[in-house]
């Protein structure tokens, strides 16, 4: 019996030692996957803060341009205004006698 007992110790005290070993294994990956995990997640954060500015720089460009093409076009209407305006003594001053105040 002495020597069935000891096996039966000897396995107990393998199995433990496996098990011990398995929930090691485990609890490493785990500290691993968790590790990997918040390094995507601030992965993550510096994109959106990139894409954030981003957006923003581009907001900011675009409200440029607007108001660049706002001036543009104002002065076009202006131009175009004093173009009329002056226009239709333009067609009668080269033939004939009418000066740009309409007299003559």
Do not use: P
Not at 30 to 46: D, F, P, T
């Amino acid at each position: 019996y002495s020597v069935a007992a000891s096996t039966i110790v000897y396995e107990y005290q393998q199995s433990a030692s496996e098990k011990k070993r398995k929930e090691a294994e485990a609890a490493a990956e785990e500290e691993r996957r968790l590790e990997a995990n918040k390094a995507l997640e601030q992965r993550q954060c510096e994109q959106l803060d990139m894409l954030n500015k981003r957006i923003t720089l581009l907001d900011e460009q675009l409200w440029a341009l607007r108001q660049a093409q706002a001036a543009h076009r104002a002065a076009e209407r202006a131009r175009g205004e004093r173009a009329a305006a002056q226009g239709w003594w333009r067609w009668f001053g080269s033939s004939s006698n009418v000066n740009e105040k309409g007299e003559g």
